[in-house]
């Protein structure tokens, strides 16, 4: 177990941190700007297109895609870093084409897709011409379990019907949002309940889809990407458009689902990294009764708290990148779970004590504190929520210790 960077990886590393300081940290607050001052917030941010093509030059751009011929050819464990550097500016991701769901959605296309499918949809996201949405979550069903998903894939002929609700399905809003990746069941009678799901691109003007409402986040709305409810009312897509085939789809959730965990695992690092950041020269900067904010024992302990928190997270998180490396997604689904709670929970204690820090001025939004709390917290629900993953953390757990099915031998010792 190596968790050392490669001469590669530092020299990216490198290249990025001196793009940020140069070109996205000296622009946060005219991105802020651009977008209050906008009056139709569903429109690209100038500043975030105006780095694109820098970005691109400079051979910043896909470093998410593994092994792939179209992006840096990163590990998991290569590319963790590099998540953390962009994850301290919540829009950066997207300057460098590295910013979800489009990561998971070119990633399960390099993947599963045939190659008619990447020549017209992968091509251009790699491209960054187009923008995507995962269509997976459903307002009437308990969908922490996935099994339970009621939209329905039915074949005709040539042709899916597809009828069903969908929400917080990420991307929909930005007009750029070209093609919907959504989850429904083609054969809900199979006995496998893991095999009645499957995956199917829809493209946006298909008829009889429909974006009901974009739901806000804590008051935020994330424009211009957004997270959008969706209908779909008799949607009918040709019989190509199925991704793997009939039946396949948890298996590609679970292909998608592993390595975008550990990019958000690591952003959430870097947010947690930020928010310490302005802790520390908050409460230096502050003298109330008559000495620095930062000599009260309360915030020196917090301080420190959130450092240990913070390593604790990021060596976590690198673990599991390298069990994904070594092992795959499935052989490492402990060390996945583990990350899920573990990281978004962290940043959300870390931010938490930053806002604090700021008093007043920590819940406004002419610090960056309460839109950070609003993404850390909404990670702890997004990709299946902390109970699920402490409950299956907790059965693999006691799986060690169960007597062996055929009743043969007993727990050890």
Excluded at 163 to 173: M, P, T, Y
Excluded at 194 to 208: A, C, E, F, K, N
Excluded at 375 to 397: K, N, S
Aim: overall charge neutral; proline content about 6%; charged content about 25%.
């Amino acid at each position: 177990m190596d968790f050392g960077y490669s001469d590669k990886v530092l020299e990216l590393r490198r290249r990025l941190q001196s793009f940020m300081d140069e070109h996205v940290l000296p622009n946060d607050h005219l991105h802020h700007e651009q977008q209050a001052a906008m009056t139709d917030r569903w429109q690209p941010v100038p500043i975030t297109e105006a780095l694109k093509p820098k970005a691109r030059e400079a051979g910043l751009w896909n470093l998410f895609l593994p092994a792939s011929r179209h992006g840096a050819g990163l590990t998991n464990l290569e590319y963790a870093p590099l998540a953390e550097i962009m994850g301290r500016i919540p829009w950066s991701s997207e300057v460098f084409n590295c910013s979800a769901p489009d990561t998971g959605n070119m990633e399960t296309l390099e993947r599963y897709g045939t190659e008619e499918q990447k020549e017209r949809w992968l091509k251009p996201l790699l491209a960054g011409e187009i923008r995507s949405c995962f269509a997976m979550t459903e307002p009437d069903v308990a969908s922490s379990d996935a099994t339970n998903i009621q939209t329905r894939i039915e074949r005709r002929g040539d042709h899916y019907v597809i009828n069903g609700r969908k929400w917080w399905s990420s991307g929909a809003g930005d007009p750029r949002c070209a093609v919907f990746i959504v989850m429904g069941k083609t054969s809900p009678d199979n006995p496998d309940k893991y095999r009645q799901q499957s995956m199917i691109l829809v493209p946006r003007d298909t008829p009889g889809l429909t974006i009901k409402r974009m739901l806000p986040v804590f008051g935020f709305d994330d424009a211009p990407h957004g997270h959008a409810e969706l209908l779909f009312e008799d949607v009918r897509v040709p019989v190509e458009n199925i991704l793997l085939g009939e039946g396949r789809g948890f298996e590609i959730a679970q292909g998608r689902l592993g390595p975008g965990r550990i990019h958000h695992c690591m952003r959430a690092i870097g947010l947690a990294e930020r928010a310490l950041e302005m802790m520390c020269r908050r409460t230096l900067e502050r003298r109330p009764f008559g000495k620095p904010l930062a000599e009260q024992g309360v915030i020196i302990e917090r301080i420190a708290k959130s450092r240990i928190l913070i390593d604790q997270a990021r060596l976590l998180t690198l673990n599991a990148a390298w069990r994904m490396d070594m092992v795959g997604n499935k052989e490492a689904r402990t060390e996945i779970a583990e990350i899920k709670v573990a990281a978004p929970e962290m940043a959300c204690q870390v931010i938490d004590w930053a806002i604090q820090a700021h008093g007043g001025a920590g819940v406004t939004e002419d610090f960056a504190l309460a839109y950070m709390f609003k993404i850390a917290r909404t990670l702890r629900i997004v990709d299946g929520p902390d109970e699920v993953h402490r409950f299956q953390l907790g059965r693999m757990e006691l799986n060690k210790y169960r007597p062996p099915r055929n009743g043969a031998g007993g727990a050890p010792a």
